[in-house]
């Protein structure tokens, strides 16, 4: 980051997050889930509190028992809908449409909780959207999307984090987002190229030998545990070194497109110039750390890679920090915040 832009700064370590991160495994396991409620709220609390902007954090503010009663009314909502489906199968198409329809809402629910239950410096986000705009993004788009054979994935993914920023908050002040699409297209043919070659270069060669052995093996009355074994090491090794390296590329690739497209009302610009080849080098080596250790090692893969996200984000800034703070603080006072603690409902979606 240069002179002139505000960097982000993750001040946590592996080790303090190690000891939340077992206590919250434990009792999770313990109490068949129920705890993992309150674990969310401990890992969100403290990777937020630990991420500063020239001196300032974010925080936290949903509690357990918030997040397991938006639990309890998804699952509760599961149950329903299975009885009816069990007492009247002829519903089951009418149910599944409905489902369809609620999506957006519960998409924009989430976002409204995860945003206000989250602040910087005491300002809270804000997230308000409409259930058409959300309708098109979520449901509309991707059909058009699979239509096309998923060649037009960069304008649906652009549209996503377009719906998602612009309707975001930080006090009164609005995030916007514009970007060209050149860049989404760009991230999404390397990330074709990388399948493609690694394909061609790696699994071609032995594709052939080993679907016809593993099609053998099934039409014969004993099937051959090799062809099988074969077989399920040819589709792991396809995912974790041709589609997962692709994904994590084109996130790479995107990311920075969308952070250096980002503004906050005030004239504030955010910033990211993290490496793609740096961050597919980082996701490896933590996934080959976790599984060595066991899992005993995610937490300092986790840290390792929050660390390194923050350290190349920024933000230039419009006005001094100080005083948009003073300003946002004021016009959300205590009767703009008392409403934050029942808007939205958190269900789960990774959003």
């Known amino acids: 980051m240069s002179a002139n832009i505000s960097g982000f700064e993750f001040r946590g370590n592996a080790k303090e997050w190690f000891g939340i991160w077992i206590v919250n495994l434990l009792l999770s396991i313990l109490t068949l889930g129920i705890y993992s409620a309150w674990a969310k709220v401990r890992r969100h609390k403290y990777f937020y509190n630990n991420t500063y902007v020239e001196g300032r954090n974010f925080d936290y503010h949903a509690t357990g028992g918030q997040i397991l009663v938006g639990r309890l009314i998804v699952f509760g909502a599961f149950v329903i809908y299975n009885i009816i489906l069990t007492m009247v199968p002829m519903l089951a198409p009418v149910l599944l449409l409905a489902l369809v329809f609620v999506f957006p809402w519960l998409i924009i629910r989430a976002m409204m909780f995860n945003a206000r239950m989250t602040s910087f410096s005491n300002v809270r986000f804000g997230f308000s959207a409409g259930y058409g705009k959300a309708f098109l993004v979520y449901l509309i788009y991707p059909i058009l999307t699979a239509l096309t054979a998923y060649l037009t994935f960069p304008l649906l993914d652009r549209a996503v984090k377009r719906f998602s920023i612009d309707n975001h908050s930080l006090g009164t002040a609005a995030f916007h987002f514009e970007a060209p699409l050149g860049p989404f297209y760009k991230a999404f043919f390397a990330a074709l190229a990388w399948v493609v070659i690694v394909g061609a270069a790696v699994f071609a060669p032995l594709g052939t030998t080993v679907m016809t052995s593993f099609q053998d093996s099934f039409a014969s009355p004993n099937p051959d545990p090799t062809a099988v074994l074969l077989f399920m090491a040819g589709f792991y090794g396809i995912f974790f070194l041709a589609f997962l390296p692709a994904v ?104």
Do not use: K
């Open 248 to 351: 994590l590329l084109y996130h790479a690739m995107t990311r920075n497109a969308v952070y250096n497209n980002t503004a906050l009302e005030g004239g504030h610009q955010f910033r990211s110039d993290i490496s793609a080849g740096t961050l597919m080098w980082l996701a490896v080596t933590n996934m080959v750390a976790v599984v060595c250790s066991l899992g005993l090692l995610l937490p300092w893969a986790q840290v390792r890679m929050v660390r390194y996200l923050t350290a190349h984000t920024g933000v230039v800034l419009g006005s001094s920090l100080d005083s948009f703070v003073d300003v946002q603080g004021r016009r959300t006072s205590a009767v703009g915040d008392a409403y934050t603690d029942f808007e939205g409902i958190d269900v789960g979606l990774p959003v």
